[in-house]
């Protein structure tokens, strides 16, 4: 069995709700403010910890009392900080987000995720059967050599490209599975893209995409499951119904469940399907870290599961 390092970002999440989002210029009165633990880095470390992975953390925090929070939360879940900086001088990251009806608008500050360098990603030796997890809130030359070590190493790479922004084609290369969601995919592909759109159109879309033929690119589509490119073919797992009460870290959920299951040595489609019913247990609770499931909570809902949900076309 591997192990999973998620080189990334860790956040407080600030989290305002509303009856609704207000528009440009629009100030509507909201109904609380509350504190969460998150980050993508964070969230993704999380998620793969609690489903019984060990599981690394490479960032920074700041000195601050966010700082001390985020570190007593995280080494609560079972993840290791081993290679996570205290660094003066700065903020840790925090990320001001809106809450409506279970959608989300999120601002983030990146302040110590923002100086996570080159050194702090050597500082960690991964080994063949291990995963490498990163996302885009943390410097692009980190994220490259993170993966060129960790291919070095036989181990496998996950890009979660978001916040989206555009990224060179060795980035991309070093890259084994892309996971990504709609809106990601029409940003760096320069497609309009919509919720309803078919599955072979986000396919289509996908293929631009691909650095090289082996590489999954997996389209993760909120309530309508997940469509990815597999050995030029297209995987369907649709979404399991259920009454979404926060969205904010489903995605996250999902790369941290698919690293997991891949360190154990799962097949890919099989690590996407748990993944999909991981994320739907997560958008049923708020916040973003301490929303995501244990194995135990997995197991029930795959129990309750329709045969044959994913299938490959």
Do not use: W
């Not at 509507?28 to 999380?46: D, I, R, S, T």
Request: aromatic residues 4%.
């Amino acid at each position: 069995m591997g192990r999973v390092f998620v080189a990334g970002s860790i956040n407080m999440d600030v989290v305002a709700t509303a009856e609704r989002h207000p528009r440009i210029g629009e100030t509507v009165a909201g109904e609380a403010v509350l504190y969460f633990p998150g980050g993508k880095g964070a969230n993704q470390a999380v998620a793969s910890a609690k489903l019984g992975m060990p599981t690394t953390l490479i960032g920074r925090l700041g000195t601050d009392a966010f700082g001390r929070e985020l570190r007593t939360f995280l080494a609560a879940q079972g993840v290791d900080l081993s290679f996570v900086k205290d660094t003066g001088g700065t903020h840790s990251g925090t990320a001001i987000i809106t809450l409506a009806n279970a959608d989300n608008t999120i601002v983030v500050v990146p302040g110590a995720n923002g100086l996570v360098d080159v050194d702090d990603v050597a500082a960690p030796i991964l080994a063949k059967g291990d995963v490498a997890v990163s996302q885009f809130e943390i410097p692009l030359p980190t994220i490259a050599a993170f993966f060129s070590r960790a291919r070095a190493a036989g181990a496998t790479t996950i890009l979660n490209p978001a916040p989206a922004k555009q990224a060179d084609k060795a980035l991309l290369d070093l890259v084994d599975v892309l996971i990504l969601n709609e809106t990601e995919l029409g940003l760096l592909t320069g497609r309009e893209l919509k919720d309803g759109d078919k599955n072979e159109t986000f396919m289509e879309a996908a293929r631009l995409l691909q650095a090289r033929d082996d590489q999954i690119v997996c389209v993760t589509l909120g309530k309508r499951g997940i469509v990815a490119l597999v050995n030029g073919n297209m995987h369907v797992d649709p979404g399991r119904a259920v009454k979404a009460v926060d969205s904010t870290g489903a995605g996250d959920c999902f790369v941290g469940a698919v690293a997991a299951l891949l360190a154990e040595g799962q097949p890919i489609q099989a690590a996407m399907s748990y993944a999909n019913i991981a994320a739907s247990i997560c958008v049923q609770r708020m916040g973003a870290a301490p929303s995501m499931p244990t194995v135990e909570e997995v197991k029930a809902a795959l129990s309750t599961r329709r045969p044959g949900a994913g299938r490959d076309l």
